[in-house]
Each structure stands twice: as C-alpha cells, then as structure tokens.
C-alpha cells in the first residue's frame, strides 16, 4: 500500500486550500484513512478520518466546521478540503489507512493505521 499525499503550499490566514491523498493497492472504500498534522515541535495529532466500510467522518475539535475529508467513488483518493485557515493550521500534513474501520475512539491514533504517506507541509502565514 502506497500513500502519496499533494497540494500543501503556502496560503494566508482565511484561505483555503486541499489536500489530496492517492492510496494504491488497498483495498478502496473498505480501509480507513485519516489525515494527520504535525507542527514543528509538537506531537503527531489525528486531524480527520473517514472510516472504512460506513464513510463515517471524524474531525478534531480545532478543525470542525473548517475542514472537510471526503473521498472519490472508489476510495482511491482521499481529500482534505481546508477552509479558514489559521497560523496554528501550519504543518506537515500526513495521510494514513488501514484496512477496515477503527473505532471511534482510535481514530486520532497513529498506532491504529499501518500504511502512511511521507507528509505535505502547509504553511499558513501572512
């Protein structure tokens, strides 16, 4: 399985900006995959998720109602659309799956995903 995530950049404060994850030799809609940020400095946290199998969609409390994780028709593409971004919103973006659905309280986990892509820096600044 092979993650490859694109469209980080450079964007300012309020705008927005989508990220995309194409996952190949998975098994499409039936694995879960969760986008995940890293700030310089900081720990690793789960940002969204949507879950294998129902397409259910988590979010964090910092990006709810801001961010949106959907997928196309055969789960091979995974996308992170980012609205209203803010300063604290810069850093590396990663996306991770793993087959079938994880529990909804492991989703912001990194130990419940076992295929990750190599991250996609965004930078939010005037």
């Known amino acids: 399985v092979q993650l490859v995530e694109s469209g980080g950049g450079l964007v300012q404060p309020g705008g927005s900006m989508r990220l995309s994850c194409i996952v190949s030799?998975?098994?499409?809609?039936?694995?879960?995959v969760g986008w995940f940020r890293q700030a310089q400095g900081k720990e690793r946290e789960g940002v969204s998720c949507?879950?294998?199998?129902?397409?259910?969609?988590y979010y964090a409390d910092s990006v709810k109602d801001r961010f949106t994780i959907s997928t196309d028709n055969a789960g091979n593409t995974v996308y992170l659309q980012m609205n209203s971004l803010k300063p604290e919103d810069t850093a590396v973006y990663f996306c991770?799956?793993?087959?079938?659905?994880?529990?909804?309280?492991?989703?912001?986990?990194?130990?419940?995903?076992?295929?990750w892509g190599q991250g996609t820096q965004v930078t939010v600044s005037s």
């Open positions: 991770a799956s793993t087959y079938g659905p994880v529990h909804s309280r492991n989703w912001p986990l990194s130990e419940a995903y076992n295929y």
């Open positions: 949507i879950r294998g199998g129902d397409g259910r969609t």
């Open positions: 030799g998975d098994t499409g809609v039936a694995s879960t």
